[in-house]
């Protein structure tokens, strides 16, 4: 690089000393400027031909113009008055430079130079079009009047290139306005793009930065494009970095950061010193300069800019002005230099509204693109105005800084970007390199609400300062996990308290999710969210992905008290008394008139000696036969006597009375539950008084009823006023006037009841008490009916045995998901629900978590009573009781008896039964006879007892 330096040094000495002497060609130049800068650089070029007079250059009268007007009738009058006051000096301008940016100076002024036939070089800001006044130049016309695009408006084209090499959705350029014009890239700079973008100007305080950072990420940005000085990239930087700003700092996966400058020293680089934390940087910078063409120029621009002017705009306009100056220089010797002043002056064709224009047979063109050669950045790329541009290639470097570090920890060239106004192609990258880990990471903040089944917290689970770590499931998660595995984002999830509900008191602010998307604190509301016509003016919902859901009513199911014994209870204790009385008495009674009638059996044995039966009714035989009496097998053998027939035929007309009523009651008393009318719909609930009923306070149910008892409050206002109006006619009132209440308040009583009966404030506090656990009995000692969303009411008889849905669904509305106003969200999700819906994915989630949920109780509970098929072990087990009794005592009966049987002393049982000796056995068998004879050979005839002529006294008789 040396040499070439020295090369070009001597090659220019030597030019000088041949040329010294000569005069070279003259040139006057017409200047117009708009700021201070472009006209120092503009004086810098001149020296340039001073230095080196080998150019054979000679600048004669420059007539300066200030254009920094923003009255575009102002501008051109004054314009066109110094423009006819230097046409008829004698120093008429060769070539007109015009470092206007754009806007009405830049348009005012070309206007003036088009009419009057003036070659013009300009640095104007713009592409294809954005000049109005030279959009229609004839191709005469584009030889002489020629555009060449700044750097500043070229380099701008790399976010372009950026956004479409990293697939970006949003991005954002602050710009610093001093040296970036945007007006005309509002509109062009990504259009045709999916990409969601905005320019704005870079704030000049700290805290103004970080107030302007929060705003653009609030609006959903995540890609920062910094265009301006490195100082002022190094403040955006720290105000990002910023641990106090609302969400910040916004250095994290989710967003990627981008800076460009066009200062041409390398060693000038962003820095972190006020950085917060550490942050990663794509830095874009002007590659060194190392065409030997140019050294000359390099050389001289190195020893007479500034640092301040160091930079690619600095190098372009000496560029620019060298060779309009050059090329002027070399038509004027080949002769093809023509006057082309008009004999108008330019207040005539002012006055005539600029309409005819001159033509020129001028390429000044083609003798500016030849001069280019030795340009300090390159020879300018020409092809037509909107596509003239100086050549210059930009490093892609990617930084690494720590915190309160001025030095990168990693500077990386990753790739180069050529200039151009293309997106494609440009991008060249380095060997195995590649961009692809500063991309930033689509990330949507989700807030939900925690209702099963839909959201429910993964117990134990636990973040571990994962930010995108899930500790939710439920029926919208795996909708959400589907959504994602097809939409390609990550999310973070947090759970907030409610749907969202406007305030009734001024300003009616809403709360909730609804709040969360209104505040873009959100990006997605996820939930069992219903559609409602006031959320809808706030927020966007998406296709529904549930169906219609209403409002439902949840009781405790009718718990039937059992009882083994409940046979019992049939008959009242006194009326069980007085069956026994009755037994007793009767049994008595019976044996009383078998002893004492003389045509009993046991009075009559003779009489009776041939019958097949013979029953003497003693008082064992009477409580037997009273017993038996009541069952289906019968007493047995009826008393012989006739007033003992009548005692049992009394008895069993009172059995068959007891037994016939008995059953008949016990059928009734086991199915009277069953017949009980319990409470089947809202009408039912609402015309009792018995059962307390409330929704919980301030949810939809609650707004619900709250509406409409409002509707009917003001549809008797209404009709009151309407009654009472004195204009309306006899007639038309007395079409008003009837005797019922023409207006439902049915809402309104039930509103009355609902607050009286002290909402819960919460849905466990509402399940407690529908459940009627300890603490709710005394509020609700009857019962209470909770008034909740279908879908709460049907989970909870799902997961509990205890519950029961009464009624038809009301005020039924869909479930959909919530996006903040306008976002193209909405329509990439419901896309995917209608696709999931056809794929019949949301039928299978309902599947999932409604029927197949380990939580789901249904199969296990037992039948309620009134879809038993009979009566239940419960009510009638204790007659399985007595027989268990009536076999264990008839067990210890048959101990007793053989027991009995065994210890009974022989001697003692003859004795009793005093039989005399026989006769055949003599004297050898006498009283005296040793116990130790034994007893054999006695008569076991019986023999016939002599008749009976005195009945038996009473106390021989058992």
Same mark, same amino acid.
């Given at each position: ?300 621009? =190195? !020893?007479?800019?500034?640092?301040? %002017? ?5 190098? *372009?306009? +000496?560029?620019?002005? /060298?060779? &309009? ?104 990258? =380095? !060997?195995?390199?590649?961009?692809? %880990? ?5 990330? *949507?903040? +989700?807030?939900?609400? /925690?209702? &099963? ?105 009718? !718990? ?126 609402? !015309? ?271």
């Amino acid at each position: 690089m040396e040499r070439e330096v020295i090369v070009g040094i001597l090659l220019a000495l030597v030019s000088f000393f041949i040329v010294e002497g000569q005069d070279g060609t003259k040139v006057n130049i017409l200047f117009i400027h708009q700021d201070p800068e472009g006209e120092r650089l503009f004086n810098i070029s001149l020296k340039f031909f001073d230095v080196n007079r080998n150019y054979g250059v000679t600048i004669g009268k420059v007539h300066r113009f200030n254009a920094n007007l923003t009255d575009s009738l102002k501008l051109t009058s004054e314009f066109c008055t110094m423009f006819d006051k230097v046409m008829g000096s004698d120093n008429k301008p060769d070539i007109a430079i015009d470092f206007t940016r754009i806007g009405i100076p830049s348009e005012g002024v070309k206007v003036v130079l088009r009419a009057m036939g003036i070659p013009t070089i300009s640095a104007t800001f713009g592409q294809e079009g954005d000049i109005r006044e030279w959009r229609d130049l004839n191709a005469a016309e584009m030889k002489y009047l020629i555009q060449v695009s700044p750097p500043a408006d070229v380099i701008i084209q790399s976010i372009r290139s950026l956004v479409e090499a990293q697939s970006m959705t949003s991005a954002v350029l602050m710009f610093d306005d001093k040296q970036y014009e945007m007006y005309h890239k509002y509109k062009s700079l990504l259009q045709n793009m999916p990409t969601r973008h905005l320019l704005t100007k870079t704030e000049l305080t700290r805290d103004l930065l970080i107030k302007q950072v929060e705003k653009l990420v609030h609006v959903d940005i995540v890609n920062f494009f910094i265009a301006g000085e490195v100082d002022q990239i190094s403040e955006v930087l720290a105000a990002a970095t910023n641990p106090n700003a609302t969400d910040g700092p916004y250095f994290s996966d989710e967003f990627a950061w981008y800076s460009m400058t066009m200062k041409t020293s390398p060693t000038k680089l962003p820095h972190c010193i006020k950085c917060d934390r550490e942050v990663t940087l794509v830095h874009l910078l002007p590659t060194k300069f190392d065409d030997p063409k140019g050294t000359v120029r390099r050389s001289f621009m =190195e !020893k007479e800019l500034s640092e301040t %002017d160091k930079s690619l705009t600095g190098m *372009f306009y +000496i560029d620019l002005t /060298i060779d &309009a100056i050059l090329a002027f220089r070399d038509l004027s010797k080949e002769g093809k230099w023509k006057d082309a002043y008009v004999n108008n002056t330019c207040i005539d064709f002012k006055a005539k509204g600029f309409r005819k224009y001159p033509t020129l047979d001028l390429d000044l063109m083609g003798a500016f693109n030849k001069t280019g050669v030795e340009n300090g950045m390159g020879r300018f790329i020409l092809e037509k105005n909107g596509k003239n541009y100086p050549n210059f290639t930009l490093e892609i470097r990617r930084m690494v800084f720590s915190p309160r570090k001025a030095e990168p920890i990693e500077n990386e060239l990753r790739a180069t970007w050529l200039a151009g106004f293309t997106e494609s192609k440009l991008i060249s990258y =380095e !060997k195995q390199m590649t961009l692809s %880990d500063h991309i930033a990471k689509t990330v *949507f903040r +989700i807030v939900t609400v /925690i209702q &099963a089944p839909f959201v429910m917290k993964i117990k134990n689970c636990t973040e571990d300062g994962d930010k995108y770590a899930n500790c939710f499931e439920g029926y919208c998660i795996d909708l959400l996990k589907k959504i994602q595995d097809e939409l390609k984002f990550n999310y973070t999830i947090k759970a907030v308290d409610g749907y969202g509900y406007m305030n009734h008191t001024y300003p009616h602010d809403w709360d909730g999710m609804v709040k969360e998307l209104q505040k873009r604190k959100a990006d997605i509301a996820l939930g069992a969210m219903s559609v409602m016509a006031e959320r809808e003016s706030v927020v966007d919902f998406t296709v529904p992905y549930y169906d219609l859901v209403g409002i439902s009513i949840l009781m405790e199911k009718p !718990k039937t008290p059992t009882s083994l014994f409940k046979f019992l209870t049939v008959l009242e204790n006194d009326v069980w008394m007085c069956i026994l009385g009755s037994y007793f008495f009767t049994s008595f009674l019976m044996w009383i008139f078998d002893r004492w009638s003389p045509y009993s059996y046991q009075n009559n044995r003779e009489k009776y000696e041939d019958d097949e039966e013979k029953r003497e009714f003693n008082l064992k035989e009477c409580l037997w036969f009273c017993m038996t009496s009541l069952t289906p097998q019968g007493g047995g053998e009826s008393p012989k006597n006739l007033s003992g027939r009548f005692v049992a035929a009394t008895w069993w007309l009172f059995g068959f009375i007891i037994i016939a009523s008995y059953t008949a009651n016990l059928a009734a008393f086991l199915t009277v539950s069953r017949l009980d009318a319990p409470i089947e719909s809202l009408e039912d609930l609402s !015309k009792q008084y018995k059962v307390q009923y409330a929704p919980m306070e301030n949810s939809s149910a609650w707004i619900y009823f709250d509406r409409m008892r409002r509707i009917e409050t003001r549809f008797y206002d209404i009709w009151r006023n309407m009654i009472l109006n004195d204009t309306m006619k006899d007639f038309e009132r007395s079409q008003l006037s009837v005797w019922d209440y023409p207006v439902s308040d049915k809402y309104t009583k039930m509103w009355e009841a609902m607050n009286a009966n002290i909402p819960p404030n919460n849905s466990y506090y509402a399940v407690q008490r529908v459940r009627r656990t300890k603490n709710a009995t005394d509020k609700d000692p009857d019962g209470f009916a909770f008034l909740d969303e279908a879908t709460n009411v049907r989970w909870q008889t799902t997961i509990s045995c205890d519950f029961d849905q009464k009624g038809e669904e009301f005020s039924r509305k869909p479930y959909a998901i919530a996006v903040q106003k306008g976002s193209p969200l909405k329509e990439s999700f419901s896309h995917m629900i209608l696709k999931l819906l056809n794929q019949r994915f949301l039928e299978q989630l309902k599947e999932t978590w409604w029927v197949d949920t380990p939580l789901n109780v249904k199969n296990n509970c037992p039948k309620d009573d009134n879809q038993s098929d009979g009566i239940s072990i419960h009510n009638i087990g204790g007659v399985f009781i007595v027989i268990f009794v009536g076999i264990v005592m008839a067990c210890f009966t048959l101990i007793f008896e053989y027991w009995w049987y065994r210890k009974r002393n022989v001697s003692e049982e003859l004795a009793e039964m005093a039989l005399p000796p026989p006769n055949e056995f003599g004297a050898t068998f006498t009283a005296s006879t040793p116990p130790s004879i034994e007893k054999t050979n006695f008569n076991t005839q019986y023999d016939k007892p002599p008749e009976r002529t005195t009945l038996p006294s009473i106390e021989n008789s058992w």
